[in-house]
């Protein structure tokens, strides 16, 4: 009731401003009465650039990073990098997935072994809030494909003619004597197991297809109940009424001056507030990233129109191909409290300055002159009680300093109670200076972080070795 009653007094509140003659811009009033928007995407190349970010934006077209500009989730399987994530909803609302390609360039593997000799995988995570999110693991998907050669670029439509998820994807495979990508696809319900692949898209000839999105229109929209677009040397539309029945050629964007040798990655939005939609392309031949084209029918090529100047912006990283999330109250407000803005911190040891907190191998220790990622950390509220913090790895997102046996090291969130207990901390003044700061634990009060031999430890604190131990600097 209290989210109704805040968006009918948005709603009221436009009204009032509207008589009196101060009328709201359309994006003004969505971002009033109406949850975001979740963009889920990569950002470049390298290991840090292959990996989940995610964007917010209260119009759909003003974006700003979230979790600082940095990760948010980390592939630790297969290459160790992902690209292309999608970002999948169930249909009841209670369990979301990202799919992403498992492609790492320039992390020991260049393109033409990612072509040609590539990951047969996918990459997926799974989460019940948008929140926590299970550990990676690997779907293989173009394993089953004769002599196919790599998966790239997944996505996922909930199919109600089946009861389940079309997944799909492209693959290079030699083929009627074309060795090319295709799109093909296979059926499942949990991103775990799948239906024997099929080919869904193959242009002729030796025209390669890699990327396709899909969107579900509502009715009175155009003629299709979905609308793909796909990168094939053109940004090629398509309309039908079933997920896996015949599609039917409807043009594509090269009369608004945008083929594929110019635009990439096609990425979908609907705007909550107009019976509009974005498809966001990706600028790679210029290297300018994302921008939208409108349209008000996304089955008909003639109504899209290129953004005037200066009407987006995609916040301070590249946003490269992902997907776009249309968010609920409730979960955007899961989502910008878990990865809000908060600062890049180390910890500095009191009686070895020269020393820093870092994790190794998940080992965790204070080292000399250690300023690097292993030695950032976001210190956010804690797990288990507010008013305490809790550490979180800056390139490895998602895992914690936590206590076990009372050692120390960086550990997944496995979303259990014994976990939040264990990785929170009630900060307090420095025992052995009180304009450093050390950390009591939440589950052991008797006990504090403190370094003994150069690892860090729980232990209760006794002396006065104990206390410098114990003491240390937030430094930013």
């Excluded at 009918?8 to 003659?21: E, Q, W």
């Excluded at 043009?251 to 594929?260: A, C, E, P």
Aim: with cysteine.
């Amino acid at each position: 009731m209290s989210v109704l009653r805040a968006r009918l007094s948005a709603i009221l509140l436009a009204a009032c401003l509207l008589f009196t003659g101060q009328a709201l811009t359309a994006p003004d009033r969505a971002a009033a009465a109406d949850p975001g928007y979740l963009m889920t995407h990569f950002i470049g190349e390298g290991a840090t650039g292959q990996q989940i970010y995610f964007s917010h934006s209260t119009d759909g077209l003003h974006w700003n990073d979230l979790n600082g500009g940095g990760m948010t989730l980390r592939s630790t399987v297969g290459t160790r990098g992902v690209r292309d994530p999608a970002l999948v909803r169930s249909p009841g609302g209670d369990k979301y997935w990202i799919i992403a390609t498992d492609l790492c360039i320039g992390c020991g593997q260049n393109w033409d072994q990612a072509i040609n000799n590539g990951s047969r995988n996918l990459v997926v995570w799974e989460s019940t809030d948008l929140v926590t999110w299970s550990q990676p693991w690997l779907l293989n998907v173009a394993g089953a494909i004769p002599d196919g050669r790599n998966a790239w670029a997944p996505e996922a439509i909930w199919n109600p003619a089946t009861n389940d998820y079309v997944l799909y994807w492209a693959t290079n495979v030699p083929l009627d004597g074309k060795t090319k990508h295709r799109i093909f696809y296979a059926r499942t319900s949990d991103f775990r197991t799948i239906t024997t692949p099929q080919i869904y898209i193959d242009r002729p000839g030796t025209q390669e297809l890699i990327d396709t999105q899909i969107v579900e229109v509502p009715a009175g929209v155009g003629n299709y109940r979905y609308v793909r677009a796909s990168g094939d040397g053109q940004i090629t539309l398509e309309g039908s009424n079933s997920i896996l029945g015949t599609w039917t050629h409807l043009g594509n964007l090269s009369g608004i001056g945008l083929t594929g040798a110019q635009v990439e990655g096609p990425m979908w939005m609907k705007f909550r507030d107009r019976n509009e939609w974005a498809l966001y392309l990706d600028q790679y031949s210029s290297g300018r990233g994302y921008m939208p084209v409108t349209t008000t029918n996304p089955s008909s090529p003639g109504t899209y129109q290129l953004p005037a100047s200066g009407s987006y912006n995609m916040g301070g990283t590249k946003k490269r191909h992902g997907s776009i999330l249309n968010l609920t109250a409730a979960e955007e407000s899961r989502v910008l409290a878990r990865w809000a803005n908060t600062p890049v911190n180390g910890l500095q040891s009191f009686n070895f300055q020269d020393r820093y907190v870092r994790h190794a191998n998940f080992d965790v220790r204070i080292d000399q002159n250690i300023t690097g990622p292993d030695a950032q950390f976001r210190l956010r509220p804690g797990l288990a009680d507010s008013g305490t913090v809790a550490f979180e790895s800056v390139n490895y997102p998602g895992y914690f300093l936590r206590h076990s046996g009372f050692d120390f090291q960086l550990a997944y969130n496995d979303g259990t109670t014994r976990f939040a207990a264990d990785a929170t901390f009630r900060k307090v003044a420095g025992l052995a200076d009180s304009t450093w700061s050390s950390f009591q634990s939440y589950n052991y009060p008797d006990r504090y972080i403190r370094h003994y031999a150069y690892e860090l430890r729980l232990d209760p604190i006794t002396t006065a070795t104990g206390r410098a131990d114990a003491t240390f600097r937030v430094t930013s």
